[in-house]
């Protein structure tokens, strides 16, 4: 058994968030447990930069690119344990002290949260309903809210400069090198990229985007059908 972690480096990307980066600053900010925030800015043109500044977060500028972004700000971390948070995403009170008790146990090298989609949408109860499934299939994403150690996210060579599934990607390397565990603890995450959308049809773009990628497709080549699919509505 391992000594509890002294630091969690919090590192959450942005790109034009200012509508949402004060309230999840605020809810990280309270977080029991020893932390730094980062929030790595891949060239926001609003006021998500000032905000961020104000809130007394460690601001970084980065490439834009999410993978890019978070690898950024891992490379500027300073924790043992490195927790990738999205800037739509809130976590539970206990949710350090959660990650802390997993990486008591050696072979433990790095989890993720249950997810809740908000929202009164049809798209986010099923969207809430189908991710069980999707992490049983070892289908987990960035908005997890994925914990890494340190030591072996630079020993798998953290990010990679995708444009898409960069967190599959590590993912696959991460259970390579031992233990990836689900927590119960259920953070939420803004259903908001699924407003206005016919569910069914983005399922079915996302499911063919996945085997795909299976299949051995490069992310940077999916990704910009993926930009095209996310623009149009029905």
Known sequence: MLESVSMVSIIVPTLNEASQIRHTLRVLQALGGEKEILVVDGGSDDETVSIATAAGAIVIESARGRGMQQHAGALAAR????????????????????????????????????????????????????????????????????FVRRITYEAVGGFRQFALFEDLDLLKRLRNAGRFVHLKTRIVTSSRRFEGRNFACMWLHWTALQVLYWAGVHPNALASWYRQVRRTKP
């Not at 009170?93 to 989609?117: Q, R, W």
């Open 79 to 146: 924790g043992d344990v490195l927790w990738f948070v999205h800037a739509d995403t809130i976590p539970p009170p206990a949710a350090i002290s959660d990650i802390n008790v997993a990486l008591k146990d050696s072979s433990v090298v790095a989890g993720n949260f249950g997810l809740t989609f908000d929202g009164p949408s049809r798209a986010a109860r099923h969207m809430t309903a189908i991710y069980p499934t999707l992490r049983w299939l070892n289908l987990c994403y960035g908005d997890s809210g994925i």
